[in-house]
């Protein structure tokens, strides 16, 4: 499975970006998947994510209310729309494909390359 992201670039604080992950290869295998974002110096940390089947996506409490995960899975496509947003939320974004079994157990775990977001004050 390959995972591309784009969508990053230059914002102003209040603004809003969506940025996008497009996944090839083998992806009927994926029921789960996720954004991460980091910051250099700082461990990567997850944004949010969201299951095959329509679950509920979870999110992290510092973008609840802001931010907004959903997946076309028709396009093989994942999206992450940023509103309100902060500097702090100024980092790499990187999307992320799991396989699970149905035991539980991760059986693979894909990253893309990742996309920079920066938010100016």
């Known amino acids: 499975v390959q995972l591309v992201e784009s969508g990053g670039g230059l914002v102003q604080a209040g603004g809003s970006l969506r940025l996008s992950c497009a996944a090839s290869g083998s992806t009927f295998s994926i029921n789960y998947m996720a954004w991460y974002r980091q910051v250099p110096g700082k461990q990567r940390e997850l944004v949010a994510a969201?299951?095959?089947?329509?679950?509920?996506?979870n999110y992290a409490d510092f973008v609840k209310g802001r931010f907004t995960i959903d997946r076309d899975d028709a396009k093989n496509t994942m999206y992450l729309q940023m509103n309100s947003l902060k500097p702090d939320d100024t980092a790499v974004y990187y999307c992320?494909?799991?396989?699970?079994?149905?035991?539980?157990?991760?059986?693979?775990?894909?990253w893309g390359k990742g996309t920079l977001v920066t938010v100016s004050s």
């Open positions: 969201i299951r095959s089947g329509g679950s509920i996506p």
């Open positions: 992320n494909a799991q396989v699970w079994a149905d035991t539980g157990i991760r059986i693979l775990d894909y």
